[in-house]
């Protein structure tokens, strides 16, 4: 989509498919793109939080030039994303960043650990959000684009504990999967 100053919101459909609003409280678990994340987190507003947990520096630092750029307020933590450093149970919506691949190429027990990790976070009816990079389809296929393994949200999320997981869609190269937290 294109505004009347002819650029585009590289950021719309990422903004569109977490379901953030101003109030929420967000955790994104890495950060392949600072200004995907600042664009998500600017929907918070000052009254929500947003908290972005990268393994890195060099995520770290993605992570605060995306928050600067656009003005948002980010806290920012480097850890493993198996053991985030964070007390609270009552996120709203934990963002899972793996459009990148850097969560993909973890052993099937370590991806359950990420997103057992995001769960225990979640206030009861939270949500977890995945973004995947998709496989690469025709000319970019052929020229070896995309290349590496695939995160497959859905079992993951599904064995962790969530509930009604599902694809919300495939589009830009990317795939939003969602599963929800049990209300006890």
């Known amino acids: 989509m294109f505004s009347l100053r002819g650029k585009a919101n590289p950021y719309m459909l990422v903004v569109g498919m977490t379901g953030v609003k101003m109030g929420d ?13 600042a664009a998500v987190s600017a929907k ?14 060099a995520a770290a630092v993605r992570a605060r030039k995306g928050g600067e750029k656009l003005g948002v307020l980010i806290e920012v933590e480097v850890a493993p994303p198996t053991a985030l450093p964070i007390q609270d149970t009552d996120f709203d919506l934990v963002v899972i960043d793996d459009a990148q691949r850097q969560f993909a190429s973890e052993e099937p027990g370590t991806q359950a650990a990420i997103v057992a990790d995001a769960i225990r976070i979640l206030k009861p009816g939270g949500r977890v959000l995945v973004i995947s990079a998709m496989p690469a389809e025709g ?13 497959d949200a859905e079992p993951a999320l599904k064995a962790g504990g969530c509930r009604f997981v599902r694809v919300l869609g495939e589009k830009e190269g990317l795939r939003f999967v969602e599963g929800t937290k049990a209300r006890n």
């Open 44 to 57: 918070v507003g000052l009254s929500g939080r947003a908290v972005a947990v990268v393994p890195d520096v």
């Open 25 to 37: 409280r967000l955790l994104q678990i890495g950060c392949g793109d600072g200004g995907a994340l």
């Open 139 to 151: 000319l970019a296929a052929l020229l070896g684009g995309n290349k590496g393994p695939l995160f």
